[in-house]
C-alpha cells in the first residue's frame, strides 16, 4: 500500500472517532472538501461504501467498521514500536490514559501514581476522575477503574476487591429528634441526603436487600449531592440520613460522629474493577500500568 492510502485510513478514523467531517478536519488541518475527496478516492479504492452520510451526521458501513477497527489495531502496533524505539536507554515510554471513579481512584490510584511515576518517569498518566458513565472506547481511554455491576458486557475486567456494602448513616442528633427508620420503606419519611449520577437526570434510588431480593427505595430530602462524600459531611452535621459504602463511613461511626442504619438490610455488591476494552491494541505503557495496579490491589 502506498503512503497515500495510509494517511486515507488515518483520517477514515479520525472521521469516526470525532462523528463528522468538520471536526475531522479541524483536527487534521485540512478543509472539509479535500477531508471529502479522501474517502471518496479511498472507498474507490476498496470498492465499497465506508461511510454514511447526511447533512447532519455522519456513521460508518459495517465495512467502514471493520476496516477502521484493524487499521486502529495495526497504527497502534506501530505508534508503540517507535515510541519503544525512541526509548532511552531501553526505558519504557509512552501515554496512558485513565478513566476512574472517585472513589476508586482513592482506594486503587491515589496511593499508587507517585511510585509509579517515579519507577517509570517515562510513561505519562493522565488520569480523569469523576462518576460519570464514560465509554472508554469512544472517549479514547486506555483503562477504567469501575464498579464491577456498571462495567460494559464485552470489557476485561480483573476486581481489584471482593466486594463492597452501602449502609445509611446519621448523627445521634438527628435521630434524637426524628427517630431511626426500622426498615428501608421508611426512609419515605426522613430527610434523605440525595445522590445524582452525573449525567442522569433521576435521583439514585437507595438499594436495599431483604431475604436474598434486591429492592430501591427513592428518597426525599433536603440536600442533593453528585458527590455521596459530601452528603455524608451533611449527615455529620444532622442534616439527614446518609448512604455511603461502609468501609467509608466507620471511621466515623466507631468516633460516634454516625449511628448505622438498617445494616441488616445491607449486602454485598461487585466491587471495583480494572477494566479495559477487549479489541483495542495495548502498548508496552498500558501493559505496565495494567501490571501495577493489578500488582497492587
Given at each position: 500500500?502506498s503512503?497515500r492510502?495510509?494517511?486515507d485510513l488515518r483520517a477514515?478514523?479520525?472521521?469516526i472517532?470525532?462523528?463528522s467531517?468538520?471536526?475531522a478536519?479541524?483536527?487534521l488541518c485540512?478543509?472539509?472538501?479535500?477531508?471529502?475527496?479522501?474517502?471518496?478516492?479511498?472507498e474507490d479504492?476498496?470498492?465499497v461504501q465506508?461511510?454514511?452520510?447526511?447533512?447532519?451526521s455522519v456513521?460508518p458501513?459495517?465495512?467502514?467498521?471493520?476496516?477502521?477497527?484493524r487499521?486502529?489495531?495495526a497504527?497502534?502496533?506501530i505508534?508503540?514500536?517507535l515510541?519503544?524505539?525512541?526509548?532511552?536507554?531501553?526505558?519504557i515510554?509512552?501515554?496512558?490514559r485513565?478513566?476512574?471513579q472517585?472513589?476508586?481512584?482513592e482506594?486503587?490510584?491515589?496511593?499508587?501514581?507517585?511510585d509509579?511515576v517515579r519507577r517509570?518517569?517515562r510513561i505519562?498518566?493522565?488520569v480523569q476522575?469523576d462518576?460519570?458513565?464514560?465509554?472508554i472506547v469512544?472517549?479514547r481511554?486506555?483503562?477504567g477503574?469501575?464498579?464491577?455491576?456498571?462495567?460494559?458486557?464485552?470489557a476485561?475486567?480483573f476486581?481489584l476487591?471482593?466486594g463492597?456494602?452501602?449502609?445509611?448513616v446519621?448523627a445521634?442528633s438527628?435521630?434524637?429528634?426524628h427517630g431511626?427508620?426500622?426498615?428501608?420503606?421508611?426512609l419515605?419519611?426522613?430527610?434523605?441526603?440525595?445522590?445524582r449520577?452525573?449525567?442522569h437526570?433521576?435521583?439514585?434510588?437507595?438499594?436495599?436487600?431483604?431475604n436474598?431480593?434486591w429492592f430501591s427505595?427513592?428518597?426525599?430530602?433536603?440536600?442533593?449531592?453528585?458527590d455521596q462524600?459530601?452528603?455524608v459531611?451533611?449527615?455529620?452535621?444532622?442534616?439527614?440520613?446518609?448512604?455511603?459504602?461502609?468501609?467509608?463511613?466507620?471511621?466515623?461511626?466507631?468516633?460516634?460522629?454516625?449511628?448505622?442504619?438498617?445494616?441488616?438490610?445491607?449486602?454485598?455488591f461487585p466491587?471495583?474493577?480494572?477494566?479495559?476494552p477487549?479489541?483495542?491494541?495495548?502498548?508496552t505503557a498500558?501493559k505496565t500500568?495494567?501490571?501495577?495496579?493489578r500488582g497492587?490491589k
Open positions: 500500500m503512503d492510502y495510509y494517511s477514515l478514523c479520525c472521521i472517532d470525532r462523528g467531517f468538520v471536526a478536519a479541524r483536527e485540512v478543509s472539509r472538501s479535500a477531508l471529502s475527496e479522501t474517502i471518496r478516492r479511498l479504492f476498496v470498492g465506508l461511510l454514511n452520510r447526511t447533512t447532519r456513521s458501513t459495517p465495512a467502514g467498521e471493520r476496516l477502521a477497527a487499521f486502529g489495531v497504527f497502534g502496533e505508534q508503540s514500536a515510541s519503544e524505539a525512541g526509548a532511552t536507554g531501553g526505558e515510554a509512552g501515554p496512558v485513565v478513566h476512574a472517585r472513589l476508586g481512584y482506594l486503587f490510584l491515589k496511593q499508587l501514581l507517585p509509579f517509570f518517569p505519562s498518566v493522565e476522575i462518576d460519570a458513565g464514560v465509554d469512544q472517549e481511554f486506555d483503562v477503574i469501575r464498579l464491577g455491576e456498571m462495567l460494559d458486557q464485552d476485561i475486567a476486581p476487591q471482593p463492597l456494602r452501602q449502609i445509611a446519621a445521634p438527628y435521630l434524637e429528634q431511626a427508620p426500622l426498615h428501608p420503606r421508611e419515605r419519611d426522613h430527610l434523605c441526603l440525595g445522590f449520577w452525573p449525567g437526570a433521576a435521583l439514585y434510588n437507595w438499594e436495599f436487600c431483604e436474598g431480593v427505595v427513592a428518597v426525599t430530602g433536603p440536600l442533593t449531592f453528585n462524600r459530601a452528603a459531611d451533611a449527615a455529620v452535621a444532622g442534616a439527614g440520613i446518609a448512604l455511603w459504602v461502609e468501609s467509608e463511613v466507620q471511621p466515623l461511626i466507631e468516633a460516634g460522629h454516625l449511628v448505622p442504619l438498617l445494616r441488616e438490610y445491607s449486602a454485598a466491587g471495583f474493577a480494572l477494566y479495559y477487549p479489541h483495542r491494541h495495548r502498548s498500558v500500568f495494567i501490571a501495577a495496579v497492587a
